[in-house]
């Protein structure tokens, strides 16, 4: 199911790393390839602490600014070390990671509390990306099918199906996240094509807009095969974004 008015998203998740000093230099190279290019959005998720300032230097630019994560509680209130979303917002983001799998395995993101954060985020104007993708374990055991559809099954009971018009998904095998082993073209489409199928079964139009990333170590040598494949909106870039030649290089490769 191509749909040629999905134009390519490439997000760099920078997770915990970087420094304050160091990403100023980074965003301005960012900036400036980016300049460069048509037929992509790209978009960068700093740690909170830096989004201020990473804000500051993408302002009128073409770059975009997301969180990595997001409060599942809405309001204000007495909630020791969240962020809210509306202050996400507040500080020029327009997206939000919600249900990366780090999240998920090492602080306990279940899949109740990752719909509440992607309602959260939508509920202040915010465009969750949302994180599905099985281990290698479930794999190996044929449970992929099964792990991403309750993932976004999870999501479609809280949301409705509705809520996905202004969402992204993105298809984070475990196994491929940082190891260097990413899926092959046809494994990353197999599933992606499922996720769509599975929202075009509730609405075949927010189905056909619906981005869907694909995410687990994506570089620019491999960024162009990935992206070719009919149901492959994007990248979630961990490690490659980085290092400003490398996320330009997948920049480039979806640009259209
Ligand atoms: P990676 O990370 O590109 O370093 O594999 C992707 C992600 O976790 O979003």
Redesign the pocket.
């Known amino acids: 199911m191509s749909e040629p008015t999905r134009t390519p998203l490439i997000a760099g998740?920078w997770k915990m790393n970087g420094s304050l000093a160091g990403s100023e230099p980074l965003l301005r190279e960012i900036v400036a390839g980016v300049s460069e290019l048509t037929g992509v959005d790209v978009l960068v998720c700093p740690p909170y602490v830096y989004l201020q300032s990473v804000a500051s230097w993408l302002g009128g630019t073409a770059v975009r600014l997301g969180s990595q994560d997001v409060s599942e509680h809405a309001g204000a209130g007495a909630f020791t070390g969240e962020i809210a979303a509306a202050m996400l917002k507040d500080f020029g983001c327009d997206y939000a990671i919600v249900g990366?799998s780090e999240r998920r395995a090492l602080f306990g993101d279940t899949d109740e509390r990752v719909a509440a954060k992607f309602l959260a985020a939508q509920g202040a104007g915010l465009t969750p990306i949302l994180c599905v993708g099985e281990t290698l374990e479930q794999r190996e055991q044929g449970q992929t099918q099964a792990v991403v559809a309750s993932q976004v099954q999870a999501v479609l009971d809280a949301a409705g199906v509705a809520a996905f018009a202004n969402a992204v998904i993105a298809y984070?095998p475990v196994w491929?996240?940082?190891t260097g082993r990413t899926a092959t073209p046809e494994q990353a489409q197999e599933v992606h094509a499922e996720i769509r199928a599975m929202i075009a079964a509730l609405d075949a139009t927010i189905a056909a807009q619906l981005t869907v990333l694909y995410?687990?170590?994506?570089k620019g040598a491999n960024a162009a095969e990935l992206l070719a494949m009919d149901d492959i909106d994007g990248g979630?870039?961990?490690?490659?974004s980085l290092k400003a030649d490398d996320f330009l290089a997948i920049c480039r490769a979806a640009s259209r």
């Open positions: 998740n990366h984070e491929a996240i940082g995410g687990g170590s994506v979630l870039i961990g490690g490659a």
